[in-house]
């Protein structure tokens, strides 16, 4: 592929790095509003991220092999579909008020971020110079970084009512006035996701009228490799195997970190849930996406794996500041851990399947999404914390042991072992 012959296709995928941190980006915002809406505990609102990431975890395999039997378009494509039928089922969701079916409606805009997320990735890394391919992915990624900037900021504006009746408020209202009240609630996410799906559905024309070549090697004879060689023998390259165990810690540490945001940012500070949201996007989320394009920068002259032991470690002490401390020192601790985070994600999965052949490469994708699932499981372990402890200050101590095993990676797991 000529350079020429990349520059659309590139473009194009990229934009894709766009729509899944909206969905994840998202989810912080939901997570407060719904708990308001469905009148839910710490440990029932963190089911959102747990719908979300079970998705990643049951869709990523099909995904791998849907990609392998029919190429990198046709991923993107029904990517995309899946994407836009999830947002429009929001809408009833919230017309009937069932937590249920908002939750399914989230798995399945989960379901097409799980194809988008699949191809993107491993197709990024592609297309192009293998030397320059973990700085081709964090360039990429740093579009991600953009969403993860917008989403919590227009989701602050539009789905946040800034309306937070104490619970002796709520129960002194008459049943008509309450109703009235939490159908209110659960109605400012018609039109946020009802924009989402019309984007999605205009991004989904362009691809489909765009020519996308596939690798090298698959367009050397012109076919797509069924998934047969589907196998769990993948696994005997240690430093993919260190990967995937290091990609779940991160994503639930990720997850974790922005999920709980406004109720931390409550809880340290007693800060109003508007101007939570608002610094969560503009300092904390800016603070990623800046993260990206500065952890590309100095991945010229460090090497990838170094920056990810020092930022590993960096998170880690970041948290200890934020979980023992109180107020504004607290709180600005944990707004500095994104940016620190930011390069992790798309760092771990290149050197993950670094030496790995093409093939391998489709399938390594699936495991690495799959691990993804670590956003369900440590939201859901946070918000235990939460309950039993009364405090969700003390449960950021399980992001804090997450980010110990991303130091790890960096540090040791990485090395490729032949």
């Known amino acids: 592929m000529s350079k020429k012959g990349v520059l659309i296709p590139i473009i194009l995928v990229t934009s894709l790095f766009f729509l ?38 049951v869709v990523a395999i099909p995904a791998g092999l849907y990609m392998q039997r029919f190429g990198y378009k046709k991923g993107v494509l029904l990517g995309l579909i899946l994407y836009a039928i999830g947002a429009l089922l929001v809408i009833p969701a919230a017309s009937e008020r069932n937590y249920i079916f908002f939750l399914s409606a989230i798995f399945v805009i989960a379901a097409g971020a799980t194809f988008l997320e699949t191809v993107a990735n491993p197709y990024i890394a592609v297309l192009g110079d293998k030397e320059t391919a973990t700085q081709r992915l964090n360039f990429a990624q740093s579009f991600n970084g953009l969403g993860a900037v917008v989403a919590p900021i227009l989701g602050g504006k539009f789905i946040l009512s800034g309306i937070e009746h104490s619970p ?56 797509h490799t069924v998934g047969t060689n589907f196998s769990l023998k993948i696994f005997k390259h240690k430093h993919f195997l260190w990967a995937v165990v290091s990609q779940f810690f991160y994503v639930g540490a990720q997850v974790g970190v922005g999920s709980f945001f406004i109720r931390y940012a409550n809880h340290v500070t007693d800060m109003g849930e508007k101007n939570a949201a608002y610094l969560f996007g503009s300092v904390a989320m800016v603070g990623f996406m800046l993260g990206r394009f500065s952890g590309t920068f100095l991945m010229r002259y460090i090497k990838p794996a170094s920056l990810l032991a020092a930022y590993g470690l960096l998170c880690t002490l970041l948290l200890l500041v934020a979980v023992f401390s109180s107020g504004t020192v607290a709180l600005y601790a944990l707004v500095a851990v994104p940016f620190f985070m930011s390069i992790m994600y798309p760092t771990i999965f290149s050197l993950g399947i670094q030496n790995l052949t093409s093939e391998e490469t489709k399938i390594a994708s699936s495991f690495l999404v799959m691990s993804i699932i670590g956003g369900a499981v440590v939201p859901l372990l946070m918000g235990l914390v939460s309950v039993a402890a009364n405090s969700i200050q003390i449960a950021y101590l399980v992001p804090l042991i997450c980010f110990l095993v991303v130091f790890y990676y960096g540090w040791k797991g990485y090395r490729v072992v032949e």
């Open 20 to 57: 899944w941190a909206l969905l994840h980006n998202l989810n912080p915002i939901l997570i407060p509003h719904l708990r308001k809406a469905f009148a839910l505990d710490d440990l029932q609102s963190s089911l959102i991220d747990t719908s979300a990431y079970i998705s990643y975890f």
């Open 168 to 223: 002796e408020k709520l129960a002194a209202m008459s049943p008509e006035s309450l109703n009235a009240y939490l159908q209110s609630e659960a109605d400012t996410v018609k039109v946020p996701y009802l924009v989402i799906a019309g984007i999605v559905v205009a991004l989904l024309l362009l691809f489909v009228v765009t020519k996308l070549p596939e690798s090298q090697e698959e367009e050397s004879d012109g076919t």
